[in-house]
C-alpha cells in the first residue's frame, strides 16, 4: 500500500524560508515521479515542482527560482526549499507520487494529506 507522508508547513513572515518533506512508502521501486503542489484557497490545484525518476526536475512558472525540489538520502524521500516566500505563496502543499503499476500497465496518482503554509505579517 503506497502511502504518501509530508511535513513542514506553518507560519512565516514574508521574506522567509520553509521546507516542506516528503516520504513515499509502499513501492519505491515503482516510482515514476514525485511532486509538489499547492492550492490557494477558491483556487485550482497547480504543481510547484517535479522531480521524475531519472532527476528530471520541472517548476511552475511562479516559482521563479525561489524554490528548490531536491531529494534526500533515498529515493523515495524529497523536499521542497522556499526561500523569499510571498503572501501569495499561501496555499494547502500537496505532495503526490506517480506510480507505475505493473499488474495494470498504468501509472496511479497518490496524494498526501496537505501540509498548510501561511506567508503573513
Known amino acids: 500500500q503506497v502511502q504518501v507522508v509530508e511535513s513542514g508547513g506553518g507560519l512565516v513572515q514574508p521574506g522567509g524560508s520553509l521546507r516542506l518533506s516528503c516520504a513515499v512508502s509502499?513501492?519505491?521501486?515503482?516510482?515514476?515521479?514525485i511532486g509538489w503542489y499547492r492550492q490557494p484557497p477558491g483556487k485550482q490545484r497547480k504543481l510547484v515542482a517535479r522531480?521524475?525518476?531519472?532527476?528530471?526536475?520541472k517548476y511552475g512558472d511562479f516559482v521563479e527560482g525561489r524554490f528548490t525540489l531536491g531529494r534526500y538520502n533515498a529515493d523515495n524521500m524529497v523536499y521542497l526549499q522556499m526561500n523569499s516566500l510571498k503572501p501569495e505563496d499561501t496555499a494547502i502543499y500537496f505532495c503526490?507520487?506517480?506510480?507505475?503499476?505493473?499488474?495494470?500497465?498504468?501509472?496511479?496518482?497518490?496524494w498526501g494529506q496537505g501540509n498548510q503554509v501561511t506567508v503573513s505579517s
Open positions: 522531480i521524475t525518476s531519472d532527476d528530471v526536475i
Open positions: 503526490n507520487a506517480d506510480v507505475y503499476d505493473g499488474a495494470a500497465s498504468l501509472v496511479k496518482d497518490f
Open positions: 509502499g513501492s519505491p521501486a515503482n516510482l515514476v515521479g
